[in-house]
């Protein structure tokens, strides 16, 4: 899909006819769709999926692929919505979504398509302020991803994981990276428990108070280690997962914590091309959690390193980037660069 993206993005440029993304008309609206959400065309997308959706009711439903497609498109409106920040209609179709998978498509609250609506759900209710209904949500889907696992506790999921794919056959011939052997069937159940407990662990933060800080920490470490088991350590990935955490952590005030994180991608940020344009706003972050915990020397040398790479390569605009940034966020510490 993303390949597609970019060759549509070109022959829109050049005036070219559209390239058909389906024969089947049906799944085309519903590829359509998702590139328009894709670069914020939410309007367009949801125009597309309504007429989609009366041409899903035209067919009757006679085959499962038609149930299926009918699924997807309830999905993609209630993502768009999601998106959108229409709290009310993104519920709606979420709700029409996890009927369709419970009633026509013999899914369990255990399987991921559920999983994975249950995560925006819990997270739309966050936003609602109906946190009991947020943390039942996140907990619901970290327990059953940890069945699915055979977990005891949250925090064995990689070693526990790992044993079950290994294969002792020597150094000589075993596989460097498992996922490389197995694909998906390693990857993605472990995946999902780290997404859940990355959310879980977001949502701790955000909305709990101190007493809950501990366990949003052991969560995230958790995280980290399915992520630099899946991604590896220096990967956009790993380093955008520190990037965000760190962020949350900053706008709730938890500063040492932040350092924590954001300490880890603060040089391995630089030797991923992917992250780029993410250096200025992880050095901003990264500073001012210095600044706020006392770490002075630390966070004048983290603005000269700055200072440094950035002036070698002459990039003066991710130079304006950092001090836009960093002014806004020392703005009342009565600091001047």
């Not at 359509?32 to 439903?61: F, M, N």
């Not at 526990?160 to 159940?189: C, F, I, W």
Request: aromatic fraction near 12%; charge should be neutral.
């Amino acid at each position: 899909m993303l390949g597609f993206s970019w060759i549509v993005t070109i022959k829109d440029a050049l005036g070219l006819q559209p390239i058909r993304l389906d024969k089947d008309e049906l799944k085309e609206k519903v590829k359509q769709s998702w590139l328009h959400r894709k670069y914020g065309k939410y309007t367009e997308a949801i125009q597309v999926l309504e007429i989609a959706l009366e041409e899903a009711e035209e067919r009757k439903e006679p085959l499962p692929i038609t149930r299926k497609l009918f699924c997807r498109v309830y999905d993609e409106l209630a993502n768009t919505y999601y998106e959108m920040g229409n709290h009310e209609e993104a519920i709606k179709y979420f709700q029409i979504v996890v009927n369709r998978l419970i009633t026509l498509h013999g899914k369990r609250d255990s399987d991921p398509e559920f999983i994975g609506v249950s995560l925006k759900l819990a997270d739309i209710f966050a936003k609602k302020g109906q946190l009991d209904d947020a943390e039942t949500g996140f907990s619901h889907c970290v327990r059953k991803q940890m069945q699915a696992l055979c977990l005891a506790n949250p925090f064995e999921a990689v070693d526990n994981h790992m044993k079950n794919y290994s294969v002792a056959q020597g150094a000589l011939v075993e596989d460097r990276h498992v996922v490389d052997r197995v694909g998906q069937a390693y990857t993605d159940p472990i995946a999902l428990f780290g997404m859940a407990l990355e959310r879980y662990a977001h949502f701790l933060v955000t909305y709990r108070d101190e007493t809950r800080l501990r366990e949003a920490e052991e969560y995230m470490d958790e995280v980290m280690k399915i992520s630099y088991q899946i991604y590896g350590t220096s990967s956009y990935h790993t380093i955008n997962l520190l990037n965000n955490f760190g962020a949350a952590l900053i706008l709730r005030n938890r500063f040492e914590l932040a350092v924590k994180y954001l300490a880890i991608g603060i040089e391995r940020i630089l030797y991923v091309n992917e992250c780029a344009s993410m250096i200025p706003g992880y050095y901003c972050n990264y500073a001012e959690a210095l600044f706020h915990v006392g770490r002075k020397v630390e966070f004048y040398n983290k603005i000269n390193r700055f200072n440094v790479i950035f002036g070698r390569e002459n990039l003066t605009l991710s130079r304006s980037s950092f001090y836009s940034c960093f002014s806004k966020a020392l703005h009342g510490a009565r600091i001047f660069l």
